[in-house]
């Protein structure tokens, strides 16, 4: 009986413009046969233009009127309030931020994108951080101005965006952008949890004025959303089928925070202007609450955006 020899399975082919690997798997970075859609892309367009709005409201309104400079200032002088104490836990939070840090968290994120093959992701992650933090030197120190309305030391020194703030949002949008789908939502909280920490602390230290804070948070969401709407096939998550509970908790724990310290900080801010709740405290320490309060607010908002916007433009 003669011994027949059966040929060699066939290896899938390539699709054009990606590479297989020798046991026939897709190389990673590779997402064969899907491109990026253009409906996210043009959401997250959309989130990045709310975001630059967001920080020109945000200086017209707390800046550039004599109401939101009075608000802003009680603010800072309450934050004299109980600071011995805070200052304990807010200066090590600061202390974190540094040359070093931005460098350190730079390169995870990187590092983390090219294991994974993703050439462009990682330069995505460069150019949010990078344009974040240039961004926000442009606006404090060239475009922006501060009109001296009130009568207070140092009242046309515009401070408007916070430089610490930045660099703490932008390494963790960098990261949420560069991990992969599954770990996003748990980035995600751990990202808003340690930006709303440290831009409370640098209220905390009297370094800035909530509008400050607002203003960097806000410059991060338009980048991190901006660089996604630069998403191309290296960008792209594996396909995949079923439901995803993880994404949805995250973004609505935090949409759900955002709405509670919103309405408080809204609150307390009708407070400060002679209307809305009757609070038994001192303006200064009001503002100082309501200022916390926002700042919380848009920091739990912008990263639930930042989850929602990665996420629908990572997927094939």
């Not at 997402?31 to 997250?44: E, F, K, L, M, S």
């Not at 009680?74 to 202390?95: H, R």
């Not at 993703?118 to 330069?123: E, P, V």
């Not at 993880?246 to 310290?261: N, Q, V």
């Amino acid at each position: 009986m003669t011994e027949r020899t059966l040929p060699p399975p066939e290896l899938p082919q390539p699709a054009e413009g990606h590479a297989i690997d020798s046991v026939g798997s897709p190389m990673p970075g590779r997402t064969p046969g899907h491109r990026p859609r253009v409906g996210p892309r043009v959401v997250a367009a959309a989130v990045a233009a709310l975001g630059m709005w967001g920080v020109w409201a945000t200086w017209d309104t707390f800046v550039n009127s004599g109401r939101g400079q009075h608000a802003d200032q009680l603010a800072l002088e309450g934050a004299a309030t109980g600071q011995g104490v805070l200052w304990d836990l807010a200066e090590p939070v600061l202390g974190v931020v540094s040359n070093s840090f931005i460098g350190l968290g730079l390169a995870v994120a990187v590092v983390l994108a090219l294991a994974r093959g993703r050439w462009w992701l990682a330069a995505q992650v460069v150019i949010l951080v990078a344009g974040a933090n240039l961004t926000t030197q442009v606006l404090k120190h060239v475009v922006l101005d501060r009109p001296a309305l009130l009568d207070t030391a140092r009242a046309d020194i515009n401070t408007l965006p916070s430089g610490h703030t930045t660099v703490a949002a932008s390494i963790a949008a960098g990261l949420l952008i560069a991990v992969p789908r599954r770990w996003r939502p748990l980035v995600a909280v751990a990202g808003a949890a340690y930006t709303a920490a440290t831009g409370v602390s640098t209220l905390i230290g009297q370094w800035h004025r909530p509008s400050d804070v607002v203003a960097a948070i806000l410059v991060v969401l338009a980048w991190g959303a901006g660089v996604c709407v630069l998403s191309s096939t290296s960008s792209l998550d594996l396909p995949r089928t079923g439901a995803e509970p993880g994404t949805s908790s995250a973004a609505g724990l935090l949409l759900l925070g955002a709405a509670g310290s919103g309405v408080l900080g809204v609150g307390a801010l009708g407070a400060v202007r002679g209307y809305g709740w009757a609070l038994p405290v001192g303006g200064d320490l009001t503002a100082y609450m309501g200022g916390a309060l926002g700042v919380v607010a848009v920091t739990l908002a912008s990263f639930a955006l930042i989850l929602l916007v990665r996420q629908s433009t990572a997927r094939p």
